[in-house]
């Protein structure tokens, strides 16, 4: 990509557009805590980051130093398996976007119902898909603007759930563990659905590689911020969670949204409508951050050769690649008549996907690229390289193992749709370059 145009974003502003990305805020969570046990979900918060999103992070770290390019995780694989396998990581990527992309938008007109209830029908579909629009343009303008959006709109968020940490400390009166998990509870929720939930919230570190052109000086730059980004994002997590738990003791009550109703009663009716507005805040800033990640995909796919030549065009004057990001816009639009949340199992199965070609990617350029420049490299040897690559292998299959019936039935179609149209853009466009 030719980034002469770009105005580039220093690692201030990349921090909070990676955060935003990755965590953003506690919201999500929320139902673990009932399908899981709040035991164990304080456990998944504190154990999951060190098979999931730390040793992603890593190999992130690495390959975006040796190979700071426009696609990233996608043209990794590419290098390390080839043609095939690098199109079903950026396939799958981006067609995952598509699940949960335009729920963001319908999400955030959830929130702003509480206090517009006339806002349904043919009214929440028009602000939802109007957000959608206003983040584009946003993404058009580039990637500085998305990251000084990023960092207003995470400042908004921390102010209460700061607010909701201290004030929950200091009414501590039940144990947050306990129980450990939900008594006779069906252990697929807790290790199938609960799990999901946890791989989904610490999904993405890898995300952000498909914009490094656009980042300052990336091989320094994209490591930093994964250090600061993945300790705070655990904390966000985290720490709300079990303050809230302590506070109130009621973790039988807790559903989506409940950070909402635990801020009211631990901090009074001020907390609860800060709580509110922060969640809604989250979701604009989700999906701000998931246009960036996603859009730069289907850009780096069509100037290998494996989507229409279009998806390439740059803005004259941003550098950006508009005609992607409104292409992408238009589908997170049309799709935005539902949350879409009944597909997450579904869409974890295409990001482990995705995931575990990226840490096999880290293997296999070791071995086939071994004279590669890496400015940052995995610890601790060849050690290191097995722990960045089987344990999220491990979880991942583990996962899979414990999915609910309807991922089980759809996850495997989702994947097997990545080969179909690999074979279908073969026979209709040329043949990608090497």
């Not at 655990?234 to 989506?256: C, E, K, R």
């Not at 009074?268 to 805040?281: E, I, K, R, T």
């Not at 639009?333 to 009944?342: G, I, M, V, W």
Request: with cysteine.
């Amino acid at each position: 990509m030719t980034t002469t145009a770009v105005r580039k974003a220093g690692l201030f502003y990349f921090v909070f557009v990676m955060y935003s990305y990755t965590t953003a805020g506690p919201f999500g969570l929320e139902d673990q805590v009932t399908t899981s046990g709040p035991g164990m979900t304080l456990l998944y918060h504190l154990i999951l980051p060190f098979f999931w999103c730390i040793p992603i992070s890593l190999v992130t770290a690495e390959l975006t130093t040796a190979m700071p390019v426009q696609g990233g995780f996608y043209r990794w694989v590419r290098a390390g398996f080839g043609d095939f396998w690098g199109f079903l990581a950026g396939w799958w990527n981006w067609t995952a976007s598509f699940l949960l992309g335009s729920a963001y938008g319908v999400l955030f007109t959830d929130y702003l119902a509480i206090y517009f209830p006339q806002i349904t029908g043919w009214k929440h579909y028009l602000v939802a898909v109007t957000m959608i629009a206003v983040i584009a343009w946003v993404n058009v303008l580039g990637i500085q603007m998305v990251g000084k959006l990023a960092t207003v709109l995470e400042i908004f968020v921390f102010l209460p759930v700061l607010a909701l940490i201290v004030l929950g400390l200091a009414q501590w009166r039940h144990n947050p563990f306990a129980p450990l998990v939900p008594p006779h509870g069906p252990v697929s929720q807790v290790f199938g659905v609960g799990l999901a939930l946890g791989l989904w919230l610490y999904s993405g570190y890898e995300q952000l590689s498909t914009v490094a052109e656009e980042v300052e000086n990336p091989q320094r730059n994209y490591p930093r911020a994964l250090a600061w980004v993945v300790p705070l994002s655990i904390a966000t997590y985290f720490l709300p969670t079990m303050v809230s738990l302590a506070a109130l003791g009621n973790w039988q009550d807790w559903h989506t949204g409940y950070f909402t109703i635990a801020a009211q009663k631990i901090g009074g009716p001020w907390l609860g409508v800060a709580m509110v507005l922060a969640a809604m805040v989250t979701n604009l800033s989700i999906l701000n951050s998931t246009v960036l990640a996603s859009t730069r995909m289907p850009f780096a796919m069509a100037q290998d050769g494996y989507l229409p030549a279009s998806l390439t065009r740059l803005h004259p004057r941003y550098g950006t690649p508009w005609f992607s990001i409104i292409a992408s816009a238009v589908i997170y639009a049309l799709l935005a008549r539902q949350t879409l949340t009944q597909l997450l199992t579904v869409y974890i199965w295409l990001r482990m996907a995705t995931s575990v070609l990226t840490v096999l990617a880290a293997w296999r350029l070791r071995r086939s690229r071994p004279e590669m420049a890496r400015p940052y490299r995995i610890p601790w040897g060849r050690a290191g390289l097995l722990y960045v690559v089987g344990a999220p292998i491990a979880i991942s299959a583990w996962a899979m193992l414990w999915s609910d019936k309807f991922a089980l039935h759809w996850g495997p179609v989702a994947l097997a749709l990545g080969p179909l149209a690999y074979v279908v853009v073969r026979r209709s466009m040329p043949s990608p370059p090497h």
